[in-house]
């Protein structure tokens, strides 16, 4: 078995993981940045605001990130029997109701304003000694500021299966998608420019549409997990091959007639309860279980609280890994 480091993961996930704060790092100083120079240049375009206040809520799944590893590092003790992994979750939890709610408010002042027809204006401002519309500036500010997420995107949805960080990959998806709002922004401002008034508002209300997305995406996972679902792919997409995989290594053992797993997400580690029915004729020692349970666990790094229980009978809801739905 690979050494175990101070979050209790192989060296090779540390690596990744030392890499991933390393870029959580670098993106809340980037985006830092481009919430100063977005604020210069904000005017009186709604979807520039929209676009603001997304860039200060995409600091959220970084910060909960970093605190959340504050908390990971801590060793189980017996008022937290199962250490504090659950602490990714909480703050997946926090980041997505935070996305939903002031998605779900801007969404609504886009559509007043359009429902209004309030029509907002673009001024001119005084640069290097010349007269220049300021729409242009925010037009060259927003394509700017679009390469960094496109960088750190990407770099995070590698780091995301191998560490299986549901917040990190969360985040990198949102990076992903900053086009979407740069674009938008930028075809409200030409809309202003061009006498389109609506335009802005309607890119206002995309922008908005797209916090609200990520914000019960990312809510309606954190909720899932911390209800105890059973374990799934870091991206959600399906249950988690471990299931299988450690039901398919029980049920080669000459001692195991049927087995089942209980498996769920404490946050980037698994907690499993194996229900193992033995056959008749040889049933299972204690050093038997010990063994098995250690030989579970090496299974792979991310089974860190195994149990095996043997019973006469599988409990009814309980996974016995044999379909993938």
């Known amino acids: 078995m690979s050494r175990r480091t101070q979050y209790g993961i192989p060296e090779a996930q540390a690596q990744a993981l030392r890499k991933a704060v390393a870029w959580e790092w670098a993106t809340i100083v980037y985006t830092s940045i481009t919430i100063v120079l977005v604020a210069f240049v904000v005017g009186n375009s709604q979807a520039m605001r929209t676009a603001w206040i997304e860039d200060m809520l995409s600091l ?84 700017v500021i679009a390469v960094g997420p496109f960088i750190y995107g990407r770099a995070k949805l590698k780091l995301a299966p191998l560490l299986h960080n549901k917040v990190l ?51 309606r996972s954190a909720v899932l997990d911390l209800l105890d679902q059973r374990a799934r792919t870091y991206e959600d997409k399906m249950p988690h091959p471990l299931i299988r995989e450690v039901t398919d ?20 580690v698994f907690h499993a309860e194996v229900f193992v029915v033995p056959v008749k004729s040889r049933p299972p020692k204690v050093e038997t279980l010990q063994e098995v349970t250690e030989a579970v666990t090496a299974l792979d790094w991310k089974l860190q609280n195994v149990v095996i229980i043997p019973v006469p009978r599988l409990p009814a809801e309980a996974d016995r890994g044999l379909d993938d739905r």
């Open 60 to 143: 959220l799944p970084q910060i909960s990130f970093l605190v959340a590893l504050i908390f990971m590092r801590r060793s189980p003790t017996r008022r937290f029997p199962y250490g504090l992994q659950r602490g990714m979750d909480v703050g997946h939890l926090v980041a997505g109701v935070a996305l939903l709610v002031v998605g779900l408010n801007l969404a609504v002042e886009s559509i007043t304003g359009l429902v209004a027809v309030e029509h907002p204006t673009i001024g001119t401002v005084q640069l290097f000694g010349r007269t220049i519309w300021l729409g242009w500036l925010m037009v060259a500010v927003m394509a």
């Open 249 to 268: 290594h029980l049920r080669r053992q000459p001692w195991v007639a049927d087995v089942a797993v209980r498996m769920r997400d404490l946050g980037q």
């Open 169 to 219: 990959y969360a985040d990198a998806d949102m990076a992903k998608a900053d086009w979407h709002t740069n674009a938008a922004s930028v075809v409200g401002v030409l809309g202003i420019g061009v006498g389109l008034w609506w335009l802005d508002g309607a890119a206002a209300l995309f922008i908005s549409c797209g916090i609200v997305w990520d914000g019960f995406k990312n809510t």
